[in-house]
Every structure is written in C-alpha cells, then in structure tokens.
C-alpha cells in the first residue's frame, strides 16, 4: 500500500530512477498521496510557518535542490551495459539470474524497518544513511570486479529505494497541512528535473564526448558524494507523521481514527472510557495501532480495494519489467564501439512523456466508481500487447518505443489511484495504506523472482522473464475484464430497477448522476459518505 519509481540493475533511470528510482515513483507518488488527503482536512500543524514565511521556504528551496542533486546520476542508465562489457566481463546469465535479483531481496528486507525510523528519527539520518549508501554502490561500481561485489552493490540499491520515503515525507516537517499540495508539487518537479537532466548527460557523455563507463561512475560518484555533504546540511525537523507529534496532533488523529462502532454506539464508547486504562491496554491506544485497525474497514470499501489492487498488482509487473528492460535491450542490440546504446536517451523521453499523461490524467472526467475496472482492464491489456512487441522484435527502436509507451501508460493511471485512495483518508492513514500496498507489492515482486529469475529457482533468461510478464498481465487484464462485466451488469440491472443504487450498493448517494474530477482536488461535489475514521468520501 504507501509507499513515493522506483528503485531500480536493469533499467536504472526511471521516472524516479530505476533501481534506486523504483521506490523514487513511488515515495513522490506517495508524497502527491498525503498532500491529496490534507487538501480536505483541517489544518493540524503548528502556526510558526505562516509567522515566519521566509523560514520555511528557504527549507523547501534548498530541499528541493537536493532532490534535484540526488537524482543527477549520469551513470544510472548505463549499469547494465557496464556490467556486460568488456571493462566488467560479468555475463547477462550473473547479471539476470544473480545480480540483479538481489535488489528485490534487500528491499523487501530493509522497507518495514526504514519506514518506522524513518518517522522515529526524523527523516534527516535516514537521508544521510541513504547519501552514504550511494556513494558506496558507486565506489563498487567502480572499483569492483567480483560477482559478491555487485551483489553488494545491489544490496546497498535495495537499502537507497527503501531510504527514498525520507525524502517524499521530510518535506511536509517543514510547513503547515494547507501548503502541502504546493510542495509536493514543488518536491516532484524538482525530481524529474533532475532525472531528466541526468538522463541527457548521461547520453551526451556516451554519444557525444565517446568516455568510458570507469569515467561516467567516476562523474555519478563525485555526484553522489555532493548529494551527501547536501544531506548533512539540511535542518533537522522538530516533528515527523507518527512518532514525533504534538499533543494537539495526537487528540486530532486520534478522533480521525475512530471507529465506525464507536460513532454508532456512543454507549458503549463512554463505558470504555470511564474505565481505567490499565498498561496491557495502553498500546491499543497508539494512534499507529488504531490506524492498522481502521485499514480493516478501508478494504471493504470497494473503490478503495480496487485500487488498492491495482497498486499492489500492476507496480509489481512495471516494476519487473524496469528492472530487466535493459538486460533484454542489450541482448537485441549489444553494447559495442560500433554499437551505441540509447538508454539515457529513452529514459529522458519516457520520463517526458510519463509526466505529460501523469499531468493530463489530472483533468480526465468520468464516473471512476463504474468505469474503474474497464479502463484499468484496457490499459493493463495494451500493457501485455507490449510486453509480446518486446519479447517478438528483434528491432532495437522498437523495443525502446514500447517501453516509452509502457510506462506512460502506467504513469497516466498512476495520479487517478493516488487521488482514489487518498482523497478520503486522513494523511497518517493514507501514508500507511500506501506503505502496506507498497510492501505486498514487494513481497510479490520478491516472490517471482525467486520463481522465475533466481539461480536457485527456475533461472530463465531474460526474453523468458518477459514472456513470464506478458502471460502476468494478461491474467490481470482479464481478471479486470470480468470485475467491469459484473459491475456494468449490476450497475445497468439496477438501473433498469429503478433504485439508481451504484456499484457500493445503497450508499445514499445517486452515483449515476456525478462525476469524479481528479483536478483540482478542492472542486469536488459536496455530496458525501462517512468513512469510520471521520472523513469524508466524495462521490
């Protein structure tokens, strides 16, 4: 769930960088989450921001100018056909099958525990513990010769993509809930700047100035090591999102995490709060515990479940796909001196053209609570189609054309599942939501690799691993086809019955006679339903 792409040594330069970019998509995906759930609540941070403007919007400015620093890697597009050349020597069977697989290991490893530090200690040590492991995956990407080197190296990129939370969650430390919309705009723009601008050096230093690989790592570590000395620079903040709240924030989310039962029988609340509270009991109080008891009520809700769903399925396949994209480019078009490869290139225009159908998905009408499962179908459908052009061509542009159009896809839904499941949770439930979709995702991306891609497993070459993904997607494709069959079904029999019940079924509200508008989140009907922790879900 949050967890914000994404991580990423298969494909290293993703909307967010690849391997460390994998958790990139998904920490600014995360961040665009809360801003969506604090456009409709309450102001609950403390006043200092508005007295002392100029404060906190030389924080933001200089955060966002280490987002932009932390994303120019040059090298990042290039690792994979570094390791396959001469100058490392490893075969594309280590990089597939015993590299490359232990990324997904040790983020799956590392995620829980650096998500919970992460809000303990504040965000800033967990940037600097990420600004240390960059540096160190680009000194053994450098200095290092062995198999155990890399797989170190990939151990250090699983750590980086779980640290990348920090980030996406230290800016809204540092001003109040109604300026969170504002810089996470700012903190996502400053990001794909910088991908962008690292993707074309990276491509003009291999095409145009014709350097090693040794000197493209050699200009990333020199990077990095700024990207660090930026880290031990920034401010501490005085309060994080759980663990670190003032008393006033802590009675607000925990009256935003009441329990459906508790509004409904206000008896039996009162009973339970007259009693003493003994020390057994005390953690079942914590606004975290109560929060992981409220995820129970928001997976009945079934627009919520869908995309929720989706995030754990769909980021699963995109993301196995970014890891070994560029194994498979390499095995149509080798890297040679007759040879040029393209890969800053295309990852500069899909991260283009991510951001333009991320951007236009902002504007897109439609009545989501019947439509949903339809257009998800279409899109993960078109998904497959491309995975089979990939895996069928031995044309090396048009395996690029279909990885820009691949992604783009997927990044158009992308805000439309963020604003789904945020706009009617509060920004400490969101951020959970996200993280336990974020984790699941993990574990699935863990466990077919382990099947498919590992040494100790079935060991497939890579064009098997896609064919594997393409089979992966169809089976979703179709999975979606059906819930969309019955949902227009029972939307159209119900109709025809004349209730005008939608798809929840007797909610209150006529779901037939509005639509949802992503953008702007503010504009939206006034018409609502009460969720169990307080808010309010906009039809």
């Known amino acids: 769930m949050v967890e914000d792409d994404t991580a990423e040594s298969g494909n290293r330069s993703e909307v967010d960088y690849m391997d460390l970019k994998v958790s990139k ?10 801003a969506t759930a604090d456009a409709e609540s309450p102001p609950d941070g403390p006043p200092e921001e508005a007295k002392d403007p100029k404060k906190w919007k030389w924080a933001v400015i200089f955060l966002c100018f280490y987002g932009f620093v932390t994303a120019l890697k040059p090298g ?11 100058e490392k020597n490893f075969t594309r069977e280590q990089v597939t099958n015993e590299i490359t697989p232990v990324l997904t290991y040790s983020y799956m490893v590392v995620l829980v525990p650096t998500f919970l530090l992460t809000d303990l200690l504040r965000y800033k040590p967990v940037l600097i513990i990420q600004g240390v492991s960059q540096v160190v995956i680009w000194l053994l990407i450098l200095l290092g010769t062995t198999l155990l080197e890399m797989q170190f190296m990939e151990f250090f990129y699983g750590i980086t993509m779980a640290c990348r939370v920090a980030y996406s969650s230290y800016i809204f430390s540092l001003v109040s809930p109604d300026l969170y ?17 690292s993707s074309v050096l990276g491509q003009l230093c291999m095409s ?14 020199g990077s990095v090591c700024f990207g660090l000395l930026l880290a031990l620079c920034l401010p501490w903040p005085k309060r994080s999102l759980f663990f670190n709240r003032n008393q006033e924030q802590k009675e607000l989310a925990a009256a935003a995490t009441k329990s459906e039962l508790d509004i409904m029988n206000p ?9 003493a509270p003994s020390s057994a009991s005390r953690w079942k109080d914590s606004v975290l515990v109560q929060m992981l008891l409220e995820v129970r009520n928001v997976v009945r809700r079934p627009n919520l479940r869908l995309w929720s769903l989706w995030w754990v399925f769909n980021s699963t396949g995109y993301y196995l796909v970014l890891f070994y994209v560029h194994i498979l480019w390499n095995k149509v078009y080798p890297a040679t001196e007759n040879h040029k490869v393209y890969n800053g290139a295309v990852e500069a225009a899909s991260t283009l053209l991510s951001a333009g159908t991320s951007f236009i998905a902002g504007f897109v009408k439609i009545r989501w609570n019947l439509w949903s499962e339809l257009v998800i179908a279409v899109i993960t459908l078109v998904q497959a189609g491309l995975m089979f052009l990939m895996i069928s061509t031995d044309n090396i542009w048009v395996c690029y054309l279909a990885y820009v159009v691949f992604r783009s896809v997927y990044q158009f839904l992308v805000p439309i599942a963020t604003f789904q499941i945020a706009s009617s949770l509060t920004k400490e439930l969101c951020a959970l939501v996200f993280g336990i979709n974020t984790f699941l995702g993990t574990v699935l991306k863990t466990i077919i690799n382990l099947i498919f891609a590992d040494k100790t497993g079935l060991s497939l070459d890579v064009h098997s691993q896609f064919a594997v993904y393409c089979v992966y997607f169809v089976i979703l494709a179709v999975a979606y086809f059906v819930g969309a069959a019955v949902v ?27 639509l949802t508008e992503l953008h702007p989140v503010a504009a939206q009907s006034s018409e609502a339903e009460i969720l169990s922790n307080g808010k309010n879900a906009k039809v």
């Open 25 to 34: 998509d998904v920490d600014l995906d995360m961040a665009a989450a809360v």
């Open 181 to 197: 919309q504002r810089v996470a705009g700012y903190s996502r723009s400053s990001v794909l700047l910088g991908v962008f601008t």
């Open 208 to 221: 145009v100035f014709n350097i090693s690989f040794s000197t493209l790592s050699a200009v990333t570590l």
């Open 76 to 86: 990042e597009s290039f690792i994979t056909p570094n390791l396959l050349s001469a």
């Open 267 to 275: 008896k039996n609340g009162a009973l339970s709060s007259a009693a």
């Open 488 to 514: 227009l079904v029972r939307h159209y029999r119900n109709q025809r019955g004349g209730d005008g019940a939608g798809r929840d079924g007797g909610g209150g509200t006529n779901e037939a006679a509005t």
